[in-house]
């Protein structure tokens, strides 16, 4: 029973997370359900960490520190997501991790049109005619 109690809130998550994406409230990228995990935070964290630099001796932040190293961080993000999708000759190289390297080759691009095909109440409908 906790298991199918957690599959069902699972689910009504996830619809409601295309609802909104439809609606335009959010993107589309917040349908990349693979980074719903710890690890995507511990990751953020890490990387706010990271960015006092090698030598400095500040080891704690504050909460009001964490959110504008987060606002940098997500800055840098978007501009290497940008310069990854141009082919143009003068763009910015980003250095990656070779374990890294294939990751951006095996995400699926989410479109709002995509999305916007989806109908949520003919899935319901079906779902519930086969169980």
């Known amino acids: 029973r906790p298991a199918y109690l957690s599959v069902e809130l699972n689910a009504h998550n996830l619809l409601y997370l295309i609802l909104l994406v439809q609606q335009k409230q959010l993107p589309p990228q917040s349908l990349y359900i693979h980074t719903f995990s710890s690890q995507a935070c511990e990751s953020i964290f890490r990387n706010t960490c990271a960015l006092s630099g090698a030598y400095s001796t500040i080891v ?23 310069h990854l999708n141009d082919t143009s000759v003068n763009s ?15 995400l699926a691009t989410q479109s709002q049109a995509e999305v916007d095909l989806i109908d949520v109440e003919q899935i319901i409908t079906e779902a519930y005619h086969e169980a």
């Open 60 to 82: 704690n932040f504050t909460v009001h520190d964490f959110l504008r190293r987060a606002q940098r961080l997500s800055l840098l993000n978007d501009i290497k997501c940008k």
């Open 92 to 106: 910015l190289v980003f250095p990656v991790h070779y374990k890294h390297r294939h990751d951006n080759q095996s």
